[in-house]
């Protein structure tokens, strides 16, 4: 034969074999060979269900497992071995290993099937078990934001909107904001891997198996709770894998908006944060440099998940119905992503939890009066002024207090009696930083009450994730 090794999946009607270079262009075995835990168990089960259906007898299947279960044992000590095959794709490997041990009975395996649904249900179960991995990881994640939020509670930060000081936070609020977002994509990874809990086995090419397969019990012993619907859309739907996709990018996204958040705070400028040395570089050139380039990877390796995103959608588009060729780019994608999320996930959860807040500086920060004029103007509504009123009267405050070069915590109660009336000797304690906070005790508000219940709850949701990833 041209190319490729021992027996050959396809060919019968050909004359010659392929090109050389065509099969180097056509393999996926060089990828596909992740699948091959899943190509075993799937040949296993496979070997059971046709002899239900009595294409094998009972000790033809017997012997058919456990030559899989020694091409598994061999898969996992010998590297070389998988290294220097030159099998077409992670089928083609099994096929040929089993026919090397069984002969005859080995060629038996592949009746009634096509690689099509093989395909489909291994990169189903692939992506469940990478489901399940990104949720460990995230548990790391969330983990350390837990513990910060426990570390630091009770210290304030200025809250900012357009990046302009808005109004007071406890640092222990912010970085819960970021652990909601984590908590989302928690379940998102959830329900990824539940929706590709469908097994398309028994789907055959395209139009369904011929022989009477089981699929249920098929299904159920490979860990699928259901069975595909329709056999044509099951062996080219790819749904799960862009919903993994989507999943991927969405907390890609998460984690480039923590980053985007702790460079900043590591800046001179802010100064609210110290990084880690295991998780800094220093410069070539500048000796006073500490870089957060954990950090930054980890905002520019988004950009990769997105356009794995992007390429399987764009690979799913326009394609007629049933399995064509071009599939078979759809499992690179999700395994390069996975590969870059995984690990940023688990060094972001790292360097964060290293991560030493400035209590000082934060303090310092926070006691902008600026942040309280949200305040005064509350206190004059309190008053059974207009909102709208209180906002202009504030307003002047300000520019009053700017003109006198005070800040408003220091302008005397006089100029604010000229602007009305209703002010009294209170307004200071209104001015207090903790009186702002304390004031926000709504739920999901930053009042120290509610973040420590807020907390509490995140917590009891991680636990789930932990005891169940
Ligand atoms: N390597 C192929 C893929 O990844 C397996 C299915 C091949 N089916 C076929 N009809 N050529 O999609």
Request: aromatic fraction near 8%.
């Amino acid at each position: 034969m041209t190319a490729g090794e021992g027996q050959k999946m396809w060919g019968g009607r050909f004359e010659r074999g392929p090109d050389a270079s065509f099969y180097e262009f056509e393999r996926s075995w060089q990828f596909d060979r992740r699948l091959l835990p899943y190509e075993l168990a799937l040949d296993r089960a496979w070997s059971r269900a046709i002899a239900i259906a009595g294409i094998l007898t009972h000790d033809e299947s017997q012997r058919i497992v456990a030559a899989l279960d020694d091409i598994e044992l061999r898969a996992e000590s010998d590297a070389a071995w998988l290294d220097s095959s030159k099998a077409e794709d992670v089928h083609h490997f099994a096929e040929t290993a089993l026919i090397e041990k069984l002969g005859a009975l080995g060629a038996k395996l592949h009746t009634g099937r096509s690689r099509n649904e093989m395909v489909a249900t291994e990169f189903r179960m692939y992506v469940r078990a990478a489901a399940r991995e990104m949720r460990a990881a995230l548990a790391l994640l969330i983990r350390a934001i837990a513990d910060q939020a426990k570390n630091n509670l009770g210290v304030p930060m200025p809250g900012t909107t357009h990046m302009q000081h808005a109004q007071p936070l406890l640092l222990s609020h912010w970085v819960l904001a970021h652990g909601e977002a984590f908590q989302r994509d928690a379940e998102r990874f959830r329900l990824v891997s539940d929706r590709a809990d469908c097994c398309p086995l028994g789907s055959g090419a395209l139009a369904g198996s011929a022989f009477p397969i089981d699929r249920k019990a098929l299904a159920h012993d490979l860990g699928f709770t259901q069975i595909t619907a329709n056999s044509l859309d099951a062996v080219s739907d790819r749904d799960f894998a862009l919903e993994m996709l989507f999943a991927m990018a969405t907390l890609a996204t998460h984690l480039s908006r923590l980053a985007e958040d702790i460079i900043l705070f590591a800046s001179t400028e802010f100064g609210f944060v110290e990084l880690p040395d295991e998780y800094s570089t220093g410069s070539s050139l500048m000796p006073q440099k500490k870089n957060p380039d954990s950090w930054e990877l980890i905002r520019g390796k988004t950009g990769r998940i997105y356009g794995a995103l992007m390429a399987l959608f764009t690979v799913n588009k326009g394609l007629p119905s049933s399995y064509q060729r071009d599939l078979q780019e759809d499992k690179e994608p999700v395994f390069a992503a996975f590969d870059q999320l995984k690990p940023m996930t688990q060094i972001g959860a790292a360097a964060l939890a290293a991560t030493k807040f400035r209590h000082g500086r934060l303090r310092e920060a926070a006691q902008d009066p600026a942040l309280v004029a949200t305040e005064i103007a509350d206190y004059l509504v309190a008053q059974g002024i207009p909102f709208r009123e209180a906002h202009e009267i504030v307003g002047k405050g300000l520019r009053a207090a700017e003109r006198q070069g005070k800040s408003i915590r220091e302008m005397p109660i006089g100029e604010w009696k000229k602007l009305s009336p209703v002010f009294g000797p209170e307004l200071s304690t209104v001015l207090a930083l903790e009186s702002a906070l304390a004031r926000r005790s709504v739920a999901g508000g930053t009042a120290p009450g509610a973040v420590r219940a807020a907390l509490e709850d995140f917590n009891a949701r991680l636990e789930k994730i932990e005891h169940n990833p």
